[in-house]
């Protein structure tokens, strides 16, 4: 079993930045690979960056590609998830959910995760 709590959303503007933060908890086995989506009323949920546990070997959307940086962090027991948005667009305005996945090949396919958070909203704001 995993929990995923998401953390850090807001409003932002057009070329502004935003962090947001996924607490870990559970199963280590069960979270080999982490990554983030997002969603927009009436659309798919979106893969948008994924990291490998061990490796930390990133992949991105070409949608995020350079804007984007997902990272990790262990400090005592504690594991958190981040997504660093940089140069934020209109477009990127959505819920954003971070997800566990047991395999060892990290995808952004929302079919291949395990488990989810809740999900924290990014609004755009003029």
């Known amino acids: 079993q995993v929990l995923l709590m998401e953390s850090g959303g807001g409003s932002v503007q057009a070329g502004g930045s935003l962090t947001l933060s996924c607490e870990v908890s559970?199963?280590?086995?069960?979270?080999?690979?982490m990554g983030w989506f997002r969603q927009t009323p009436g659309n798919e949920r979106e893969g948008i960056a994924t990291i490998s546990s061990r490796s930390s070997e990133a992949r991105y959307a070409n949608s995020v590609k350079g804007r984007f940086t997902i990272s990790q962090s262990q400090d005592n027991a504690k594991n958190t998830l981040y997504l660093q948005m940089d140069n934020l667009k209109a477009e990127d305005a959505a819920t954003f959910y971070c997800?566990?996945?047991?395999?060892?090949?990290?995808?952004?396919?929302?079919?291949?995760?395990?488990?989810w958070g809740q999900g924290t909203q990014v609004a755009g704001s003029s």
């Open positions: 559970g199963d280590t086995s069960e979270r080999n690979c």
């Open positions: 997800a566990a996945d047991r395999s060892y090949i990290c995808t952004l396919l929302r079919v291949s995760y395990d488990y």
